[in-house]
């Protein structure tokens, strides 16, 4: 049993708590404990501090670090943002003697330390390190056999991989999420924009139209490419654009189809079992119709081996 | 000091290059302007007026107070695409976010970043939404987060932080 701090961020515990229930109800159950790293703030996100002053978001970040150090465990999130900017303010604190010293001193008006003695994961890389795809697929229920997932492992988890401690073998042709769909039995070809950007984050609240330009590229790549199932997201911020900004393309006339959108623990929820009332409860693009055929009797993992 | 370019303004190019290496970007003089960052970069593909090889240039150049006003850099998504890909360690994206520290502390930036600055120091967060608790309890979550926000001595450690900042002298909050 491994035992991790749950760095949970802005957007998911309140925009998209059902993917924190996912969280809490499929990490345990594999081996990973979770616990709360209570008064953790906004990472704090590119477009903050950040954009102001590289000194004060390593400090705010650092904070948020020292909150793991405290209890002795390593910190997960599922939030590319939180896990870029956390794994970078890592990065910058260990290799810079001089960011290092300004971040201590302004960690000193708060009565805190930077000690380096936490490290920084991704939730998929925390499944693929201590969980594994052969593991996670002893543990599922139903199995997604002859269904096609749609990867978008989302930018933060993979650039820059010097700041990572799982590191993809190469980030431009991405194989842990892979992995880990295929572990649930689906297929998961690879498609030409795979590695592109969704166009969330800063460039979406700059131009939205841009931003969705670069959305609607990569859905139509999916689309034609593959003919998806599901597209199944290791970034909450992918999420909302793969969901929401498909929503407003389909609206608009500009795509003809729909194609349901999981984050990935949400799907794996959903194949060990739990209830989709909780683990994959708000979105777009409707999800229902997928989510019934995941959790059928014919996809029982115990009947399909007889 | 660099034999055989030609330099438009020297005065102009040193305050450009010292401006940009306080903020984080100290690569600046390295880049060759092979285009390799241009050709991954999404800033590039969604056709901003900016990217990272021609902002660098622009820098090299002396070219500072010139692009303030474009808002490209604040489409940088931080992807760090660049990065990976530099085959001269310049760190682009640390330069981009360099000029949009300098733009941000003239105060040449959207009033999105004002928002999500406020919400950070009231909060403790950047993205808040008032229906929390609902939403929570909707998929079987106790309402209330483990985060900040129900923190009142955590959010005063994040203000304190904040406050002894130089953002404080741009009078946001
Ligand atoms: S990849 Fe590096 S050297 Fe090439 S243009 Fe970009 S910053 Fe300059
Ligand atoms: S970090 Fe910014 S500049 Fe670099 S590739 Fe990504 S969007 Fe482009």
Known sequence: MKTMGLFLGCNIPLKLPDIEQSFRKALPELGIDLVDLEGASCCPSWGTLPSFDLPTWLAVSARNITLAEAKDVDVVTGCNSCFGILAETKHIIEHDEEYRKAVQEKLALINREYKGTSQVYHVLHALYKFVGPEKINEKIKYTLKQLTIAIQVGCHALWPSKVMAIKEPNPFFPTILKELCEALEADVPHYSRIEACCGMGGMRSTNMEKSLGLLKEKLISIKEEIDADMIVVGCSSCYLQMDGGQKILRDRGEIDFEIPVFYYTQLLALCMGFDPKQVAAINEIPREEIIARIQSEERLKEKQEG | M?????????????????????????????????????????????????????????????????????????????????????????????????????????LAFSTSAVQSQMNLYMKGHAVFSEAYKETRQKVGLPPETPTAVSYPEALKEIQTLIENSPIMELGLF
Do not use: H
């Open chain 2, 2 to 106: 660099y034999e055989g370019v030609v330099v438009l303004n020297e005065k102009d190019r040193e305050l450009a290059i010292k401006t940009i290496m306080e903020r984080g970007g100290d690569g600046v003089l390295r880049c060759i302007q092979c285009g390799a960052c241009q050709s991954t970069c999404p800033m590039a593909f969604a056709d901003f007026t900016l990217n990272p090889r021609k902002l660098i240039r622009l820098i090299q150049l002396g070219f500072l107070e010139e692009m303030i006003e474009d808002s490209s850099t604040w489409a940088c998504q931080a992807c760090n695409r660049c990065v990976e890909i530099c085959p001269r360690n310049v760190k682009p994206f640390e330069i981009v976010f360099a000029y949009r520290r300098y733009q941000a502390m003239e």
